[in-house]
């Protein structure tokens, strides 16, 4: 039995004059055990899935198991069974760090010394700020925090609705150990995420965009599939080249990635030819490195794909 199955869900959003697709008869499962990435912009439908699947809100079309529960006719027992941790921050601001935790795990008739094992290890980084107001800690605290009262009453799936967006670079690589350690007390987890190197550090992703799933496999998976040489560029007028080298036939796509453009040729002899008219448009400086395509560079190709 699958942790989490997912089987053609659709939901739409009514308009004045229109309707939004916000999914697409989605598919997937999701092992038991195993640290699942929803990876896509804002906007892709990654919140409303995981609203479908929390049984705040039911689907158009399709179906959906949580832990072998039918999200609709027993989401009763999902509800026992899950922790969900919502993008935004949920608990409550004027009560304080304890009195939050102590409160959820009431809901779930626990209490904290009883699970405080699966909980100590992000605990401890917050207790010394046990009596302070939840609207008064820092980001990264907040964050923990929630985590702390989505695991207290040991469930057996995690959602984590992009859980790390507007959080510190060393909070966010803290936050992804814990769910690592998480991982090895038998909890199953989704997590959602705008940021696409946060895609190497779970078993296996879902690209989404508009609503639609591009692919699914291993990170790796998804990289070996890239299957063209990738460019690296750089000049010191970076716009301006990047715009010159769209309009040329010999260029099959060209995006900015932060310091340089990434570059995909539509043959072999295409460089040379691309070089020399850089360099006669007076981009004397131009240089090209060969690299690995990373996920982000496969979810553009596969946007790209998606669109043709």
Known sequence: MKAVSVNAVSKSF?????AIEALKEISFDVNRGELFGLIGPDGAGKTTLFRILTTLMLADKGSAEVDGFDV???FKEIRKRIGYMPGRFSLYQDLTVEENLAFFATLFNTSIEENYELVKDIYVQIEKFKTRKAGALSGGMKQKLALSCALIHKPSVLFLD???TGVDTVSRKEFWELLRNLQKQNITILVSTPYMDEASLCDRVALIQEGKILDID???GITHKFGKPLWAVRSRDMYNVMIQLRQMDEVASCYPFGQEHHLVFKNEDARAIVGARLKEAGHTDVSFARIEAGI????????????V
């Open 14 to 18: 009514k308009q004045e004059k229109s």
């Open 72 to 74: 609709v006719s027993q």
């Open 162 to 164: 992009e859980p790390t």
């Open 218 to 220: 291993s990170p790796a």
């Open 296 to 307: 982000e560079d496969c979810f553009m190709d596969l946007m790209k794909a998606e669109k």
